[in-house]
């Protein structure tokens, strides 16, 4: 049997966390754009040295909060929520105990950053920008816990403005889960464990598009 390590009660992180977000909505003197996206998903890999783990490729839906502050920058708050699958695939030579196992795996990111904006004279603004945060792996597994790990994030894309009020955002996003590590796996009798070396980054990504709705 395979199954990961039990972590700490995760349940203030996340208060403290969604009470972050709504304090920075209703604090926001400044014109508000809310955006609402759905994208591609790519869910990436960690390799052990008895295996691979491997996270399949989804639909993404994102959400997003941002207000300017000077000279095009903004800064913003996003959550992204992909369903998918999580497979552990062991390698030839990785001894008795460590199977094939795969379960249901809902992955989340809640991150803040600041992103710069460039005008162009038409209703088609370019932007990049860069944020940190968490990533939340909710592994299905039996009794398994959700795996919290600081992360960042690098990505671009365009704005192209109906109107004042209305607008379409197109994004591609480099997605960096820090120190994956942390996830353990152990097969159940022999109390063998996965090995990995310690801060191995698990590269992920979305493409992703929706609409801006602007308030004031």
Request: aromatic fraction near 16%; glycine fraction near 14%; avoid cysteine.
């Amino acid at each position: 049997m395979l199954k990961l390590l039990k972590i700490k009660d995760t349940s203030m992180k996340k208060t403290l966390l969604l009470l972050s977000f709504v304090a920075f909505i209703f604090t926001a003197k400044a014109q508000i754009e809310f955006t609402a996206m759905g994208g591609y998903f790519m869910g990436g890999n960690v390799d052990f040295w008895e295996g691979r783990f491997e996270m399949s490729d989804e639909a993404v839906y994102n959400i997003t909060a941002s207000i300017p502050t000077i000279k095009g920058n903004n800064i913003e708050v996003s959550y992204s929520f992909s369903g998918g699958t999580g497979t552990f695939i062991p390698y030839q030579n990785s001894g008795i105990g460590f199977t094939r196992t795969e379960a249901p795996l809902n992955t989340h990111y809640a991150l803040i950053g600041s992103y710069q904006q460039f005008e162009t004279g038409t209703p088609i603004t370019p932007f990049i920008g860069l944020s940190i945060g968490a990533s939340i792996f909710d592994y299905q597994y039996k009794n398994t816990a959700n795996v919290w790990r600081f992360a960042g994030s690098l990505g671009g894309g365009f704005k192209i403005y109906i109107n004042e009020k209305i607008g379409i955002r197109l994004q591609g996003r480099l997605l960096m889960p820090m120190y994956f590590a942390g996830i353990g796996f152990y097969a159940g009798g022999s109390g063998g464990g996965l090995s990995m070396n310690t801060g191995t980054v698990a590269f992920q990504g979305d493409f992703s598009g929706g609409l801006i709705f602007r308030l004031k």
